[in-house]
């Protein structure tokens, strides 16, 4: 188990020792884990060529760090319990024996399908056991787990297949969220016309709703898994080989496939697991992000069960079938540690204390939060009506590309303050610079948050493209990692994160790209041009709002026209990424160069009429039509 800091002087002294000796600090906790062989390098780094290298040499595989370091102590503990949509269906638990016998027949059955090291493996599966078990088993035998959010459209799973050009995909017929059925089989199969690159499609039965079956691809998970032998040696992995690629969103059209390798991942979760929820052996911890995203990659699955900790997984949504469901589970299975985003406490408090007030929830020790920034009320309401007074908050804060948290309490050991992600962690090395890259020092500051040494969880590249991690990550800014977060850095030395400085928009804590919503709104065939913005709102933190022109619209029809826009974009990306408003108007504000003024929309929107200088605009009257016009709505 990796070292846990109990005390502040504790985290003091750590942190001071991780920075003033950064490669023994990680080898200390590296030798925790279990490898074949031992690295012949630390840590080779360089932020300008951009590369990051740690554990060279070192040999191992993530699942015996998982499971066979496990067995002998913990064999019959719960790993994983798995909580379902509907609260009459019964939980699934598995024990780490049986997770792991899981997880080396399923290993098998991608070994059948001709599955090797370095392949890539697509998964698009609702929150299910067998995602978890399908991510394992990639590690087991070296391929490459990408997984997709299961709320994307065919299109969008199809883009991440192609780029990735993964060999299998595994998802389901269905899924059950809410009073919902989301038809993902239907799905796969859109965007599997399009994808000559997968030749099996495994499918694990989880509705039993009628779907269309091709003989050729499609293999019934519990079928393949019968055939399966039960042995499954593991791979022998470099710590540098990849261990998964995860699309996220960014400034640009294109999905990012953000690539984390194996040692320094590994390492990197399981510590900042232990050490920010201060995990105990025997606790149960409850993430409620879904693992199609980073958070339950790395605190759903990686970071909990490399701990030997009993994890939950939960299928639903807070609101189903009433919004005492979080609630409900925490008391059922007696959770120690929750985390869960913003949006969904904020979301839960606009219905109403009745809800939770009759919810003691005596086990609860620790709470955290992660994926935005989260305000005074919510932090108050989590921290009194959930945490009943007595628990810290851990915001945390961290991205797809830092594989695990960066700025966080640790629960009970750094004081907390509303709103702030207080402290960086041990080996955490944040900068913050002004629009110049001048480095801004001292407290009472505000700027770009930048981070000036690699820590283990880095990600690596960008899957098939490194120019382009170069330049977002390591252009804006020479010699620094550049996050796109805005920071402060108050009186105290705390950090509270202002928000996205780049084109990127955070919806409900999801990431989405600008661009990417504007391309799929110009796809419209009376679409010309689109500008896309966040503004605040009060459940989601932001909302979308897209300036739309169009070439011609048919008299009276602007609410259908809205309405089959917004549909477009649910189908292109996804009903995360549908608009929350949209305007019609007649051209945006372009610089000569024909670069679109967000900022001048941006500022529209927030009814701040202090544009700057709009003389110099190509069309510097488009501005105050826009405005009489949104006053207008
Ligand atoms: C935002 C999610 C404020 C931030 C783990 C970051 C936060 C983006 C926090 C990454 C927090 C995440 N406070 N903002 N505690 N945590 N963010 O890649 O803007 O889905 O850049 O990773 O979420 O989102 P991603």
């Known amino acids: 188990m990796v070292p846990k800091i109990t005390s502040l002087s504790g985290y003091l002294h750590e942190y001071q020792r991780s920075i003033a000796n950064p490669t023994g600090f990680w080898a200390n906790i590296a030798e925790t884990f279990f490898w074949r062989k031992k690295w012949d390098n630390i840590l080779s780094w360089d932020f300008h060529k951009p590369k990051v290298e740690w554990f060279k040499g070192g040999k191992l595989n993530i699942?015996?760090?998982?499971?066979?370091?496990?067995?002998?102590?913990?064999?019959?503990?719960?790993?994983?319990?798995?909580?379902?949509?509907?609260?009459?269906?019964?939980?699934?638990?598995y024990t780490y024996?049986?997770?792991?016998?899981?997880?080396?027949?399923?290993?098998?059955?991608?070994?059948?399908?001709?599955?090797?090291?370095?392949?890539?493996?697509?998964?698009?599966?609702?929150?299910?056991?067998?995602?978890?078990?399908?991510?394992?088993?990639?590690?087991?035998?070296?391929?490459?787990?990408?997984?997709?959010?299961?709320?994307f459209s065919s299109n969008a799973l199809a883009e991440r297949i192609q780029d990735a050009e993964a060999k299998v995909l595994i998802t389901s017929d269905g899924g059950f969220r809410g009073d919902k059925i989301i038809n993902l089989k239907d799905t796969a199969d859109e965007a599997l016309a399009k994808c000559p690159t997968v030749d099996s499609n495994i499918v694990v039965k989880r509705t039993s709703q009628n779907i269309q079956w091709n003989n050729k691809i499609?293999?019934?998970?519990?079928?393949?898994?019968?055939?399966?032998?039960?042995?499954?040696?593991?791979?022998?992995?470099?710590?540098?080989?990849?261990?998964?690629?995860?699309?996220?969103?960014?400034?640009?059209?294109?999905?990012?496939?953000?690539?984390?390798?194996?040692?320094?991942?590994?390492?990197?979760?399981?510590?900042?697991?232990?050490?920010?929820?201060?995990?105990?052996?025997?606790?149960?911890?409850?993430?409620?992000?879904?693992?199609?995203?980073?958070?339950?990659?790395?605190?759903?699955?990686?970071?909990?069960?490399?701990?030997?900790?009993?994890?939950?997984?939960?299928?639903?949504?807070?609101?189903?079938?009433?919004?005492?469901?979080?609630?409900?589970?925490?008391?059922?299975?007696?959770?120690?540690?929750?985390?869960?985003?913003?949006?969904?406490?904020?979301?839960?408090?606009?219905?109403?204390?009745?809800?939770?007030?009759?919810?003691?929830?005596?086990?609860?020790?620790?709470?955290?939060?992660?994926?935005?920034?989260?305000?005074?009320?919510?932090?108050?309401?989590?921290?009194?009506?959930?945490?009943?007074?007595?628990?810290?908050?851990?915001?945390?804060?961290?991205?797809?590309?830092?594989?695990?948290?960066?700025?966080?309490?640790?629960?009970?050991v750094i004081p907390t303050k509303p709103a702030f992600a207080t402290l960086p962690l041990p080996g955490i090395q944040p900068l913050i610079v002004d629009n110049e890259g001048d480095k801004l020092c001292g407290n009472s500051v505000e700027g770009n948050l930048c981070i000036k040494f690699p820590w283990p969880g880095i990600a690596r590249t960008l899957w098939n493209n490194h120019d382009r991690y170069s330049d977002v990550y390591f252009g804006k800014y020479k010699g620094l990692f550049y996050t796109g977060d805005g920071v402060r850095r108050d009186e105290d030395g705390y950090y509270r994160i202002l928000g996205r400085m780049d084109d990127v928009i955070n919806v409900s804590g999801h990431r989405l790209g600008t661009a990417e919503i504007e391309n799929a709104i110009n796809e419209h065939p009376l679409v010309t041009e689109s500008a896309v913005i966040g503004y605040k709102h009060e459940i989601k933190g932001k909302a979308i709002f897209a300036f739309v022109v169009c070439n011609h619209i048919p008299e009276g029809a602007d609410d259908e026209l809205k309405n089959s826009i917004g549909k477009g974009v649910s189908m292109m990306i996804s009903a995360i990424a549908r608009p929350d408003k949209i305007l019609f108007v007649e051209g945006l504000p372009k610089t000569r160069s024909g670069k679109i003024m967000r900022r001048i929309l941006r500022k529209i929107v927030e009814n701040n009429g202090d544009y700057g200088d709009i003389s110099t605009l190509l069309n510097p009257d488009i501005v105050e039509q826009i405005e009489i016009q949104y006053k207008d709505i």
């Not at 067995?71 to 009459?88: D, M």
């Open 218 to 412: 499609d293999f019934w998970w519990h079928d393949e898994m019968d055939k399966a032998c039960e042995d499954a040696p593991s791979e022998v992995m470099d710590a540098e080989d990849p261990l998964f690629i995860l699309y996220t969103s960014g400034s640009t059209g294109q999905p990012k496939g953000v690539l984390h390798t194996i040692g320094g991942y590994m390492i990197y979760t399981a510590y900042t697991f232990r050490n920010v929820f201060q995990y105990s052996s025997g606790d149960v911890y409850f993430c409620a992000a879904d693992i199609g995203w980073i958070t339950g990659h790395s605190y759903i699955v990686y970071g909990p069960l490399l701990e030997g900790a009993t994890t939950v997984m939960f299928e639903g949504t807070p609101l189903y079938p009433t919004p005492s469901r979080y609630w409900e589970i925490i008391n059922k299975h007696e959770v120690n540690q929750f985390y869960t985003s913003p949006t969904a406490l904020r979301s839960l408090m606009s219905k109403g204390q009745e809800w939770i007030e009759k919810f003691n929830m005596p086990s609860l020790r620790v709470l955290g939060t992660v994926g935005e920034p989260i305000n005074e009320e919510a932090w108050h309401w989590y921290h009194d009506h959930v945490g009943g007074n007595k628990c810290p908050i851990v915001d945390t804060w961290w991205q797809t590309e830092t594989g695990g948290m960066m700025i966080s309490p640790l629960a009970g």
């Open 97 to 151: 024996e049986e997770l792991f016998l899981e997880v080396k027949s399923f290993a098998n059955v991608l070994r059948n399908h001709a599955v090797k090291k370095g392949d890539r493996v697509a998964i698009y599966l609702p929150m299910v056991p067998e995602l978890t078990i399908a991510m394992l088993a990639c590690a087991r035998i070296g391929a490459i787990h990408s997984v997709i959010f299961a709320g």
């Open 63 to 93: 699942t015996e760090n998982i499971f066979e370091r496990h067995l002998f102590q913990r064999g019959e503990q719960t790993a994983l319990i798995w909580e379902p949509n509907n609260p009459n269906e019964a939980t699934r638990k």
